[in-house]
């Protein structure tokens, strides 16, 4: 199945095994009717737990698993990521990816030249930009169509047109 991760553990919350997480959601839509998560541990461990009650209240979640009945529990959670089935989000229109989709691209310049890889994204006012890790450094890179020339998700690649000032 194909998942996607959409908040982390934080912490328990309470003594019957209730957990808070951060929401990586824009919007708690996706959260309706959903039945059960799949939560991946530090070391990568993957399980499955049925939700008995879940909560949104900002940026954070509130969850009741049914198989989760005491703080100790919970508490082994902490730091677990929160992923759904990718089946359960909209589909885009052409040119527009969930972030999820462009986190962890390799970013090349237009000659070829490998610049890094997108490690985080972050909203600003107009646009978003991305986060591009490499051999020069960070560069902060607007997502933007003068800059952004080309995402292939299935290649894994982004090609950039490299602004001056770009480059640390």
């Known amino acids: 199945m194909d998942d996607f991760v959409f908040g ?10 209730c957990v808070k997480a951060l929401s990586f959601l824009e919007s708690a839509k996706l959260l309706e009717g959903l039945k059960f998560v799949c939560l991946e541990s530090a070391s990568g461990l993957k399980s499955r737990h049925e ?18 009945s005491n703080a100790d529990l919970a508490r082994k959670l902490v730091g677990s990521k929160l992923l759904m089935p990718r089946d359960r989000l909209e589909s885009l229109p052409a040119d527009e990816y ?56 299935a290649g894994k690649k982004m090609i950039v047109n490299l602004l001056k000032g770009l480059l640390p």
């Open 51 to 68: 939700i008995k009650k879940i909560t949104s209240f900002g940026k954070f979640l509130f969850i009741e698993f049914t198989d989760i």
């Open 98 to 153: 969930y972030w999820h989709d462009i986190i962890g691209l390799e970013v090349y310049a237009q000659e070829g030249r490998h610049l890094g890889r997108i490690e985080a994204i972050f909203p600003t006012g107009s646009n978003d930009v991305y986060v591009c890790r490499g051999d020069h450094g960070e560069i902060l890179i607007p997502a933007t169509a003068g800059v952004v020339e080309q995402v292939d998700v």
């Open 8 to 17: 982390e553990i934080v912490k328990t919350r309470g003594l019957h095994g």
